[in-house]
Nanobody
Framework: QVQVVESGGGLVQPGGSLRLSCVAS????????MRWYRQAPGKERELVAS?????NYADSVKGRFTISRDNAKNTVYLQMNSLKFEDTAVYYC?????????WGQGTQVTVSS
């Protein structure tokens, strides 16, 4: 069983920045495929960014968000810059370990003036 815990959400003004963190348990974190998803009210959960052998981003966040990882700390980050109203959502971290996926409970990001 892998535990996944997100942190770093909050309230930010448009144009501002936040950095989300996600810690996943286990001693082979470097092999995990890590992803950030988000779900806005009334919308489906969508993939925002992923990091494994490569990094990938949703078109809506390219150039503004950066996913990175620190394997020594079992942590993946999502640096979010130039935030927009439409980035408001609950952000979820997902760890894929082999064929099994594990979700965190999510962290709220609210972009508001």
């Amino acid at each position: 069983q892998v535990q996944v815990v997100e942190s770093g959400g909050g309230l930010v003004q448009p144009g501002g920045s936040l950095r989300l963190s996600c810690v996943a348990s286990g001693h082979i974190f470097s092999t995990y495929d890590m992803r950030w998803y988000r779900q806005a009210p009334g919308k489906e959960r969508e993939l925002v960014a992923s990091i494994g052998s490569t990094t990938n981003y949703a078109d809506s966040v390219k150039g503004r968000f950066t996913i990175s990882r620190d394997n020594a700390k079992n942590t993946v980050y999502l640096q979010m810059n130039s935030l927009k109203f439409e980035d408001t959502a609950v952000y979820y971290c997902h760890a894929r370990v082999g064929l099994v996926g594990y979700w965190g409970q999510g962290t709220q990001v609210t972009v508001s003036s």
